[in-house]
């Protein structure tokens, strides 16, 4: 079974979520929202299914990325969620939550050997294409 499909997101720690969104936007080019950005991709072998990369500043103070001391935390795109977990729990993988669903897809949180909490998406790209509309880079 393919475990990750690809990078879902970098999530980061930053003391001023809206001076560094308009950093990266003036300087970089970002067209940014409230949770950051979006980058599109075209999924391999499915050149009409738009995909994404989602960046992300957070506050310093966010608890999201508990227990994790780190100051980010990375997304992963899987395909079949459900059935990454059984191979995942076999394997002894420590779990911080069960799965969670929302209209754009699964989720789970993972903690690696060094303590990096790792998200788990198997997105709904259809959905999260809807969600982002012109907030999107190329």
């Known amino acids: 079974m393919k475990k990750v499909t690809g990078i879902g997101g ?4 930053c003391k001023d979520t809206k001076k560094t969104m308009e950093w990266y936007s003036k300087n ?5 929202d409230e949770y950051g950005t979006s980058f599109m991709w ?9 995909c994404y990369t989602l960046w992300a500043p957070f506050k310093n103070t966010t608890d999201y990325f508990n227990p994790s001391e ?3 935390m990375i997304n992963f795109r899987v395909d079949n969620l459900v059935e990454l977990v059984k191979e995942l729990k076999k394997d002894g993988v ?7 669903t929302f209209e754009y897809g699964k989720f789970v949180h993972i903690l690696d050997p ?5 998200e788990l998406w198997e997105p ?6 809807k969600m982002v509309g012109d907030n999107k880079m190329y």
């Open 124 to 129: 709904d790209d259809e959905n999260y294409d």
């Open 114 to 118: 060094d303590g990096v909490k790792i």
């Open 70 to 72: 780190k100051e980010f």
């Open 10 to 13: 970098i999530f980061f720690k």
């Open 94 to 100: 420590k779990f911080l939550d069960e799965i969670e």
């Open 42 to 50: 075209n999924k391999v072998g499915k050149p009409d299914t738009n």
């Open 28 to 32: 970089l080019g970002f067209k940014t």
